[in-house]
């Protein structure tokens, strides 16, 4: 085995030249003769710069290849649907310009103006370096349309500097230029210009050339904006009106001195001017409500808010339906007005109150010092001498003169409901306007679409503490009972659960045309229920007379004992003992079987029947006799005791195992108890609850006699410590989902008790698992689970201290370089000593919480139908604070073979009666197979969840060993679906085919 020598050879200084080459050649011949290798010099590696192909130099060549205007026009859309960086767009730029000042055809040049306003709105380019080169295309453009685009391209620019005074000044200046354009399209784009950018600083030029010295920027823009509300072109017009609004919304006020010229416009012949002169004058009578402005052909004068009123009143008989609609919401917001103007709006007679009439005595005055009086030989030479021109008639009064009358009788349907909300609004303000405008609003019940008379009925929801119904009006109301739709039935008994009415011949036609109801439609029968327990305690006096003939007793003979079963007769039960609550001499009319089906109604309803209390009777009303009235006064009570339970749970780390676990216990008894009694604070007490049953879960699960002794000896304890790990992991999904009103801090909470489990569900599968890959992989899903917490909730880490997760970030240095087993004994440990979280709670927390109300489930008929084929089972249910129903709430069925089917209800079948609370009426078809006799199937209702279990970024450094190469993928999205109403049961019997 031969041994090279290597020979390392220096020639002469470090500062000497290179040696020649023939020279260099010899040497090392000569040296290789000797035995001796000169190793080989490395070629310097060659440094490769990677860099994007430039976006302007491919404009550029595709440009220069065109031969017209139409493929300069084709390179350019196609460019157009390309990204641009935001470090190319100024190279773009120069290039589309350069080109532009090249090309004659007007349709490219409006092309290249259109990119530049796309490519200045390229997210993280400024575009403050092209807008000198934008404004001297302006300048220098002749097309119209071209010069409109490149002015909407300086509107995209000044947008995008808002921070730059100097640029909208100058764009400002440029707009103002052009004002004088014979186009439309650049008279338009300038005003909006300047109602975009228009300040109210000092312009930097002395002045806008043409337009005078500035005197202030704000009356200067307004001047030139007002300059043109008389243009010739009703879209130049419409964009003057606009463009004032523009500058109101950007907070310029708005001088009163248009206000003359926007009533003008209120007579324009174009539609969209009149629309815009609508706001105009709203925006107007709520900047200068109290200022005076004159009558024409008057020596009167009115509040501006008024004339305002009274000329926007006359816009509702506007021959345009989208005027009327607009004219009827803007007169919804005019609450300052007067109320005589206010009143008149319902009355269609022209009151002439709004001129001033002379008394009898100045009238007798007057004539009397003319020294005349009718000779009767001149025609009408007593007339009066004031000369009326018929034009000036149409004052104020003509304006607001039956304005809702004229929009509530309106063709169009939605003037109507326009019409209808702005009464609501105007009701709600003015008890007086509210009585008065009751009879329009019964009378929209009557209306031929239903989506007027269900906003009628919402209206006069809204308003009803102001009125009191009339027998003829609650005639009119109650007519609307045998209405087909369901929607606007229960709209109805919402209404008269907070209607006063005026006699007890009003509560009898009431109970009587409900129980009409009832019959026709007894799925109304919950509805129905509600709506006379509210009517019964809003007028327990009206129902004390009614007694003797609802209850049909008699004062001698003993009447016979009614059926329970029927739901008039509990409707009528409902009805009185409502209205006993408040009426203490009203039991002394019950007979003896009402006091037992008082007691039925009261254990098995006692959501609809309220304690009573029943002079000796204490058998009947047990715990009932507490006042209700202290339970108002409880809730502070509650809430105490509340804190005090939670304090309470912070001494449990000095206590054993089996004392802290009792603690849990009585704790967790405590606050279901408390949400039990206390609705407004059931909530927050089960969040507590399922909190502290999860802790006590773990405790259960991590006992020492389970980890002290060997792994085949303990297989029964493992199983139960794994359903407990899947327990918890079920119950920290409910914590998030099913609850709203959490702060990030409860949130946090929730995630952390899910690491809790899954890192308890590792630690027990390695006990158990063969082999290191499936552990090996756990591992890395559960240290993406660690760091996805670290980066999600880095706010709440202060408030986690000694928690599980802040014992395993304190190691996370160490977690990503050890091994698989010892990362499930460090896991142990941390679980085992980690310290109870101290809970505090939000201010109000709610539980998503869902009742069906059909199908009760209390039929002991089945549902028969042909196996094979479906039978639709109707599902009403109703939703308390729920998150977007329609896209989580969904329906199982789960048949006695252990087949489920789930099914998503249609947007369509979820209605919101009220805030946090819908409705789901759908259907459910069911289907099986033959039975031979009739078996149960459960309804019920699940709440969907989506939750990303895994976020940490692909290139987080873990490694368990040198032959792990990359991370497996991040965990998709974890969906699954929680039960949140009690099941119920319904027979069904699939009968077979006939053959």
């Not at 489930?857 to 639709?872: K, W």
């Not at 129903?885 to 048949?895: A, H, T």
Request: charged share 25%; with cysteine.
């Amino acid at each position: 085995m031969t041994r090279h020598k290597e020979a390392v050879v220096t020639f002469g200084p470090w500062n000497a030249g290179p040696l020649p080459k023939d020279l260099l050649d010899c040497v090392k011949k000569d040296i290789e003769s000797q035995g001796y290798t000169i190793p080989q010099e490395e070629a310097p590696a060659k440094k490769l710069r990677l860099c994007k192909p430039s976006k302007s130099a491919a404009l550029h060549v595709d440009l220069c290849k065109a031969t017209n205007s139409t493929d300069a026009l084709q390179y350019l859309l196609q460019f157009a649907r390309k990204p641009v960086e935001a470090e190319s767009v100024e190279g773009v730029v120069r290039i589309l310009l350069e080109h532009y000042y090249k090309e004659t055809d007007n349709s490219v040049r409006l092309k290249i103006a259109s990119l530049l306003g796309l490519l200045s709105k390229t997210v993280g380019f400024s575009p403050d370096c092209i807008v000198e080169d934008v404004i001297s295309t302006v300048s220098n453009e002749k097309s119209h349309q071209v010069l409109a685009q490149l002015l909407d391209t300086l509107l995209i620019i000044g947008v995008q500097l808002p921070e730059s005074p100097v640029v909208a000044h100058r764009i400002v200046d440029v707009a103002c230029k052009h004002l004088s354009d014979t186009y439309f399209g650049v008279r338009n784009k300038c005003l909006q210009l300047l109602g975009c950018l228009g300040t109210m600083d000092s312009p930097p030029g002395k002045d806008a050339e043409g337009l005078g010295p500035s005197t202030g920027a704000a009356r200067d823009v307004q001047g030139i904006i007002s300059d043109h509300f008389g243009d010739q072109d009703p879209r130049v017009r419409t964009a003057a009106l606009k463009a004032m609004l523009q500058l109101h919304e950007r907070g310029m006020i708005i001088q009163q001195i248009i206000y003359d010229q926007a009533c003008r416009l209120l007579a324009d012949d174009y539609e969209q001017v009149r629309s815009a002169a609508v706001q105009i004058v709203w925006v107007l009578s709520v900047l200068y409500p109290e200022s005076i402005v004159p009558i024409p052909s008057s020596n009167e004068e009115i509040r501006l808010v008024d004339d305002a009123f009274g000329k926007i009143s006359h816009m509702v008989s506007d021959g345009s339906w989208m005027v009327r609609v607009q004219a009827a919401k803007t007169l919804g917001s005019m609450l300052q007005v007067s109320p005589h103007f206010l009143e008149q709006t319902l009355d269609k007679k022209l009151m002439s109150d709004l001129r001033r009439k002379r008394t009898a005595h100045e009238r007798a005055k007057e004539l009397f010092a003319s020294g005349e009086f009718s000779s009767g030989r001149k025609w009408a030479d007593d007339a009066p001498k004031e000369k009326l021109d018929t034009n000036t008639v149409n004052l104020i009064a003509s304006g607001a003169c039956g304005a809702f009358v004229h929009g509530l009788e309106d063709e169009m349907f939605e003037v109507r409901i326009a019409a209808v909300e702005a009464l609501c609004q105007l009701a709600r303000s003015s008890p007086s306007f509210a009585e008065k405008c009751l009879d329009f609003l019964v009378d929209m019940f009557n209306d031929e679409i239903e989506e007027v008379r269900l906003q009628s009925i919402h209206v006069l929801r809204e308003i009803s503490t102001h009125i009191t119904l009339r027998e003829d009006q609650l005639d009119t109301v109650l007519a609307v009972l045998e209405d087909s739709s369901r929607d606007i039935r229960e709209a109805l008994h919402e209404l008269l659960c907070y209607t006063n009415v005026s006699t007890k011949e009003c509560i009898q036609l009431a109970l009587l045309e409900l129980l009409k109801n009832l019959n026709k439609y007894p799925s109304d029968r919950n509805s129905v229920w509600k709506c006379l327990k509210f009517l019964g305690s809003r007028h327990p006096m009206l129902v004390l007379p009614l007694v003797p003939e609802l209850l049909s007793t008699h004062p001698y003979f003993d009447t016979p004992e009614p059926d329970m079963d029927d739901p008039a007769y509990i409707a009528v039960l409902v009805l009185v003992f409502n209205a006993a609550k408040s009426c203490p001499t009203m039991p002394a009319l019950f007979s003896d079987h009402t006091f037992r089906h008082y007691a039925y109604l009261r254990d098995s309803l006692s959501h609809l029947v309220p304690p009573l209390r029943l002079p000796g009777r204490k058998q009947v009303h047990g715990l009932d006799s507490v006042d209700s009235g202290s339970e108002s006064g409880s809730v502070e009570s509650a809430k105490l005791f509340l804190q005090q339970s939670l304090d309470r749970i912070s001494t449990i780390q000095n206590l054993e195992a089996p004392g802290a676990q009792d603690l849990l216990i009585f704790t967790i008894r405590d606050l279901q108890r408390l949400g039990q009694l206390q609705t407004e604070l059931a909530g927050a007490a089960d969040f507590c609850a399922t909190y502290l049953r999860c802790q006590l879960l773990l405790i259960k699960a991590l006992q020492d006699k389970l980890w002290n002794m060997a792994v085949p000896l303990c297989l029964k304890q493992n199983v139960t410590a794994m359903a407990a790990a899947q327990q918890v992991l079920e119950e920290s999904y409910k914590l998030e989902f099913m609850y709203s009103g959490l702060e990030s801090r409860q949130v946090a909470i929730a995630h952390h008790v899910r690491l809790q489990a899954k890192a308890l569900r590792l630690i027990l599968s390695a006990r158990t698992t063969h082999g290191q890959d499936p552990l090996i992989s756990s591992s890395e899903k559960f240290l993406q689970e660690l760091e996805s917490f670290h980066r999600l909730f880095p706010a709440e880490l202060p408030h986690f201290q000694d928690s599980f997760v802040d014992k395993l970030l304190e190691l996370t240095p160490r977690l990503l370089s050890c091994k698989p087993a010892e990362l499930v004994k460090i896991l142990q440990t941390a679980l085992r000593q980690s310290a109870l979280l101290q809970l505090s709670l939000p201010q109000q927390i709610y539980r998503a919480t869902a009742n069906i109300i059909e199908p009760t489930g209390e039929s002991d008929n089945p549902l028969r139908f042909t196996s094979g084929l479906v039978v639709a089972l109707d599902v009403d249910a109703t939703l308390e604070h729920v998150r977007d129903p329609q896209n989580s709430v969904k329906v199982e069925v789960l048949y006695p073979d252990g087949q489920s089917h789930v099914i998503h209800p249609k947007p369509g079948d979820f209605r919101k009666p009220g805030p946090s609370r819908h409705r789901l009426i759908t259907q459910v078809y069911l289907s099986h197979s033959a039975w031979t006799e009739p078996s149960q199937v459960e309804v019920r209702l699940l709440l969907a969840y989506s939750s990303s279990s895994s976020a940490s970024s692909p290139d987080s450094k873990l490694a368990w060993n040198d032959s792990i190469d990359s991370l497996p993928p991040p965990e998709a999205a974890v969906e699954g679906t929680i039960a949140f109403s009690k099941p119920v049961k319904i027979f069904i019997m699939p009968k077979p085919a006939r053959r």
